[in-house]
C-alpha cells in the first residue's frame, strides 16, 4: 500500500468510503453486514488505515454498521472519518447533538477526520449563518479533543467554495472534493485543486470513478489505453491519473464487492503516475466523452438580455449538462434547490428569443424542457 504524509501521520493512499457498500435484496438501506466486515478485514490487512462514513450513507445505516465492524480493531490502527449533514438544512442548528449521536453510532470517542460536509449552493448561506454556529461548534469539540482534524467536502461551484473558504479557510485541513479525468475540466477540478494549493490545504478525492462510469469504457477508448498501458484496466487509469495530482493525499472508493476491493487495492500497491502524454490522452478522451451528451455553451451570457423570464440560462445549462452526463445524481437538483422557483427550468415559456442570439445555435427551449422532465 501505498502511504501519504498528512502532517504527522502516514495516511493510506487509498481510503475505505462507505457510501457504497454491499447490500441485501438491491435495498440501499440494507447492507449486507457479513460480506462488508470481510471486506473491512482485507482492507486492514492489506495497509488501508483510512475509513470514512456519514450520516446519510444508507438510509442512516452506514455509521452504524462501520461503528460495529471496526469496533473489532485497535482503535489505533486506523483512522476514521464522518461528516455534519450540512446537505439537510433541517440539520442546522443541531451541530452537537448530531455529533454526540454519531460518537454513539460509530462507537468511539473521537473522529480522526470529520467534515462539513458537501458545501454547495443550497447550504452556504447556513453555513455561514452565524446564527447556527456550524463550524464555530466544530473548532469547540476540536478544542474538547473530539475532533483531530477538521475539513470539509463540497460539490459546489468555485464561487461557493471560495465563499467558505474566505470565511472559513484558516481552519480547514483538508477539503475532499469530486476529482477524475472527466471532472478535472467538467467541473473545474482544476481550479479547485489550484484554489486550494494556494491556500496549502491538502486535497481528498471522492468519486474518482465518477460512479462507476469510468470503471468501464467503450472499446475504442479501452484499445488506445491498451496500446500504452497494456496490463491497466479502466478503472485503474482512473487511479493513475489521480496519482498524477501531487496535491491529493487520500482517495476514496466506495466499493461494493470484495473483488472490486481486491482490485483497487492491488492499484495502490504501486505509485504508477501518467506522464503528459498519457494525461493529455486521458484528458482528451473525456473531452470528446462529455461533447458527446453536452450541449456547447461557452457562457457568453447573449440569451440572458434576451430572456422575458430573466433565468440565468448558462447556469441552468450547466446544471442540465451534469445531470445528462450522470444520469440523473443528486448534484443539479440540489444546487437548484437554492434557486427560486421562477427561476428554474420550468420557468422557461419557450419563447425561443434567446435562442437568436446564440451563437453555438443551442437549442436552448428544448433543453429547459427536458431539464424539467428529468426533474420531475
Request: proline fraction near 4%; glycine fraction near 8%; aromatic fraction near 10%.
Given at each position: 500500500?501505498?502511504?501519504?504524509?498528512?502532517?504527522?501521520?502516514?495516511?493510506?493512499?487509498?481510503?475505505?468510503?462507505?457510501?457504497?457498500?454491499?447490500?441485501?435484496e438491491g435495498k440501499d438501506d440494507k447492507i449486507d453486514e457479513k460480506t462488508s466486515a470481510e471486506m473491512t478485514a482485507y482492507a486492514m490487512e492489506h495497509g488501508v488505515n483510512y475509513y470514512?462514513?456519514?450520516?446519510g450513507y444508507h438510509g442512516g445505516n452506514s455509521e452504524t454498521v462501520m461503528g460495529k465492524i471496526?469496533?473489532?480493531y485497535d482503535r489505533g490502527?486506523?483512522?476514521?472519518?464522518?461528516?455534519?449533514?450540512g446537505y439537510d438544512l433541517s440539520n442546522m442548528g443541531k451541530t452537537e447533538e448530531i455529533f454526540a449521536k454519531q460518537q454513539e453510532k460509530l462507537r468511539t470517542d473521537y473522529f480522526d477526520f470529520y467534515l462539513v460536509h458537501n458545501v454547495c449552493e443550497l447550504n452556504i448561506d447556513a453555513y455561514l449563518d452565524a446564527g447556527y454556529g456550524t463550524v464555530e461548534s466544530l473548532l469547540r469539540l476540536k478544542e474538547q479533543g473530539k475532533i483531530r482534524h477538521l475539513g470539509f467536502s463540497t460539490h459546489g461551484s468555485l464561487e461557493t467554495m471560495k465563499r467558505f473558504l474566505d470565511r472559513y479557510g484558516q481552519h480547514m485541513e483538508f477539503c475532499q472534493i469530486q476529482l477524475n479525468y472527466i471532472d478535472w475540466g467538467f467541473q473545474n477540478g482544476a481550479e479547485k485543486v489550484d484554489m486550494l494549493t494556494k491556500l496549502d490545504i491538502p486535497v481528498w478525492v471522492m468519486e474518482p470513478l465518477r460512479g462507476g462510469k469510468l470503471a468501464s469504457l467503450p472499446e475504442k477508448e479501452m484499445r488506445k489505453l491498451k496500446e500504452l498501458r497494456p496490463g491497466e484496466t479502466a478503472a485503474g487509469w482512473a487511479f493513475r491519473f489521480i496519482q498524477s495530482v501531487p496535491q491529493v493525499t487520500v482517495t476514496l472508493s466506495g466499493m461494493s464487492t470484495p473483488e472490486q476491493m481486491k482490485q483497487n487495492i492491488a492499484t495502490f500497491e504501486e505509485n504508477r503516475p501518467l506522464n503528459e502524454a498519457?494525461?493529455?490522452?486521458?484528458?482528451?478522451?473525456?473531452?470528446?466523452?462529455?461533447?458527446?451528451?453536452?450541449?456547447?455553451?461557452?457562457?457568453?451570457?447573449?440569451?440572458?438580455?434576451?430572456?422575458?423570464?430573466?433565468?440565468?440560462?448558462?447556469?441552468l445549462l450547466e446544471l442540465y449538462n451534469e445531470h445528462c452526463f450522470t444520469g440523473g445524481g443528486f448534484i443539479a437538483p440540489m444546487a437548484l434547490q437554492a434557486v427560486p422557483e421562477d427561476k428554474r427550468p420550468q420557468a422557461c415559456l419557450g419563447c425561443r428569443s434567446c435562442e437568436a442570439v446564440c451563437p453555438q445555435q443551442i437549442k436552448i427551449s428544448e433543453a429547459m424542457a427536458d431539464f424539467s422532465q428529468k426533474l420531475g
Amino acid at each position: 500500500m501505498i502511504y501519504k504524509r498528512f502532517k504527522d501521520l502516514e495516511l493510506s493512499a487509498l481510503g475505505m468510503g462507505a457510501m457504497r457498500l454491499p447490500v441485501l435484496e438491491g435495498k440501499d438501506d440494507k447492507i449486507d453486514e457479513k460480506t462488508s466486515a470481510e471486506m473491512t478485514a482485507y482492507a486492514m490487512e492489506h495497509g488501508v488505515n483510512y475509513y470514512d462514513t456519514a450520516w446519510g450513507y444508507h438510509g442512516g445505516n452506514s455509521e452504524t454498521v462501520m461503528g460495529k465492524i471496526l469496533s473489532e480493531y485497535d482503535r489505533g490502527s486506523y483512522f476514521l472519518a464522518t461528516k455534519f449533514p450540512g446537505y439537510d438544512l433541517s440539520n442546522m442548528g443541531k451541530t452537537e447533538e448530531i455529533f454526540a449521536k454519531q460518537q454513539e453510532k460509530l462507537r468511539t470517542d473521537y473522529f480522526d477526520f470529520y467534515l462539513v460536509h458537501n458545501v454547495c449552493e443550497l447550504n452556504i448561506d447556513a453555513y455561514l449563518d452565524a446564527g447556527y454556529g456550524t463550524v464555530e461548534s466544530l473548532l469547540r469539540l476540536k478544542e474538547q479533543g473530539k475532533i483531530r482534524h477538521l475539513g470539509f467536502s463540497t460539490h459546489g461551484s468555485l464561487e461557493t467554495m471560495k465563499r467558505f473558504l474566505d470565511r472559513y479557510g484558516q481552519h480547514m485541513e483538508f477539503c475532499q472534493i469530486q476529482l477524475n479525468y472527466i471532472d478535472w475540466g467538467f467541473q473545474n477540478g482544476a481550479e479547485k485543486v489550484d484554489m486550494l494549493t494556494k491556500l496549502d490545504i491538502p486535497v481528498w478525492v471522492m468519486e474518482p470513478l465518477r460512479g462507476g462510469k469510468l470503471a468501464s469504457l467503450p472499446e475504442k477508448e479501452m484499445r488506445k489505453l491498451k496500446e500504452l498501458r497494456p496490463g491497466e484496466t479502466a478503472a485503474g487509469w482512473a487511479f493513475r491519473f489521480i496519482q498524477s495530482v501531487p496535491q491529493v493525499t487520500v482517495t476514496l472508493s466506495g466499493m461494493s464487492t470484495p473483488e472490486q476491493m481486491k482490485q483497487n487495492i492491488a492499484t495502490f500497491e504501486e505509485n504508477r503516475p501518467l506522464n503528459e502524454a498519457e494525461r493529455k490522452i486521458l484528458t482528451d478522451m473525456a473531452e470528446d466523452m462529455v461533447k458527446r451528451i453536452a450541449l456547447p455553451c461557452t457562457a457568453c451570457r447573449y440569451c440572458t438580455s434576451h430572456c422575458p423570464q430573466q433565468l440565468d440560462i448558462p447556469m441552468l445549462l450547466e446544471l442540465y449538462n451534469e445531470h445528462c452526463f450522470t444520469g440523473g445524481g443528486f448534484i443539479a437538483p440540489m444546487a437548484l434547490q437554492a434557486v427560486p422557483e421562477d427561476k428554474r427550468p420550468q420557468a422557461c415559456l419557450g419563447c425561443r428569443s434567446c435562442e437568436a442570439v446564440c451563437p453555438q445555435q443551442i437549442k436552448i427551449s428544448e433543453a429547459m424542457a427536458d431539464f424539467s422532465q428529468k426533474l420531475g
